[in-house]
């Protein structure tokens, strides 16, 4: 069992910056891949980034490369997502989730934190 915690969202004017963080407690942190993905009100959940569990393997959204760096601290228990030049379309709330697999798809993932929203002005 894994529980995820999500912190650091807010309101930012559009070319600013936030970073997320996702604290894990549980056992074994260091052996699941992590992932970021948003929701916007009345979109599907969407994948941002994941990172694998040695942090070896990194993939983004075509719409956030270049903005976003996922990373993590395993000694921490943390992953982070740093985003930069924010735009209005990133508004959503945005989850961390933890699964075995290097996976792109939310259905696959296991476990999920409650979110953190970001709104960014234009």
């Known amino acids: 069992q894994v529980h995820l915690v999500e912190s650091g969202g807010g309101l930012v004017q559009a070319g600013g910056s936030l970073r997320l963080s996702c604290a894990a407690s549980?056992?074994?942190?260091?052996?699941?891949?992590m992932g970021w993905f948003r929701q916007a009100p009345g979109k599907e959940r969407e994948f941002v980034a994941v990172i694998s569990w040695s942090g070896g393997r990194i993939y983004y959204a075509d719409s956030v490369k270049g903005r976003f760096t996922i990373s993590r601290d395993n000694a921490k228990n943390t992953v982070y997502l740093q985003m930069n030049s924010l735009k209005p379309e990133d508004t959503a709330v945005y989850y961390c989730?933890?699964?075995?697999?290097?996976?792109?798809?939310?259905?696959?993932?296991?476990?999920w934190g409650q979110g953190t929203q970001v709104t960014v002005s234009s």
């Open positions: 989730a933890a699964n075995r697999g290097y996976e792109f798809s939310p259905r696959t993932y296991d476990y």
């Open positions: 549980g056992r074994s942190f260091s052996s699941y891949a």
